[in-house]
């Protein structure tokens, strides 16, 4: 199941503010959710899409573009990952993928678990 596409720059204030962040870093992405057993998330340029691969919707799912990801193949990391369960980096941004990030999340436990990281370059 695929959930609602959110853009950087809409007016939902709610979307780009992210609770207790830390102060982000430029050319970077801030995520954050609820997250019940297994999802992916997608950053290309401004744009976070999320796939639900196993459980339920992502909920509270807040996110802060300080600079859209380059429409280039470029080098990507996770920072100040938080979470009970992984939280991986599935490829980053190059030619053959539309030069899209994926990161997923596995929760292993029963009900949500709140997670958090940085996706920096």
């Known amino acids: 199941m695929k959930q ?3 853009r950087a720059g809409m007016t ?3 979307v780009l503010a992210v609770a207790g962040a830390a102060m982000a870093q430029p050319n970077s992405i801030t995520w954050s959710g609820r997250v019940d057993d297994t999802i992916r998330i997608h950053f290309q340029g401004s744009t976070v899409s999320v796939d639900v691969l196993n459980g339920k919707d992502v909920r509270n799912m807040r996110y802060q573009v300080l600079e859209p990801l380059p429409a280039a193949p470029i080098a990507v990391r996770l920072e ?5 369960g992984s939280v991986r980096l599935v490829h980053g941004p190059h030619d053959t993928n539309d030069e899209t990030a994926t990161i997923e999340i596995n929760d292993p436990q029963p009900g949500s678990g709140f997670y958090r ?3 920096l370059w």
């Open 117 to 119: 990281f940085t996706l």
């Open 12 to 14: 939902l204030g709610a």
């Open 4 to 6: 609602t596409l959110l």
């Open 80 to 84: 100040e990952v938080e979470g009970r």
